[in-house]
């Protein structure tokens, strides 16, 4: 909980900090929040994006069932 509380702290300091979005993401994920995790990716992935955001983005779909959005996102991070 407290290295979350950080992470998020970070991002309000540096909020284009893609280091601290894909860190933060993993560990949503790790707590089992899958749709905390994608709202918060998905949300940078307006402002930036990149391969391994994407990759993410995918695997949480695709652990959330949403093949086709797990698809679209993995073809994405291919490119």
């Known amino acids: 909980?407290?290295?979350i509380k950080a992470f998020e702290r970070a991002?309000?300091?540096n909020p284009e900090s893609m280091e601290a979005?894909?860190?933060?993401a993993g560990m949503?994920?790790?707590?089992?929040?899958?749709?905390?995790a994608i709202e918060l990716?998905?949300?940078y992935s307006s402002?930036?994006?990149n391969d391994n955001l994407h990759a993410r983005l995918g695997d949480l779909y695709l652990a959330s069932r949403d093949f086709a959005k797990a698809m679209q996102h993995f073809f994405i991070a291919i490119k």
Do not use: P
């Open 1 to 3: 909980m407290q290295a």
């Open 11 to 13: 991002l309000q300091i």
């Open 21 to 24: 979005v894909i860190t933060l």
């Open 28 to 36: 949503h994920q790790a707590n089992g929040e899958f749709a905390t």
């Open 41 to 43: 990716l998905e949300r």
């Open 47 to 49: 402002i930036q994006t």
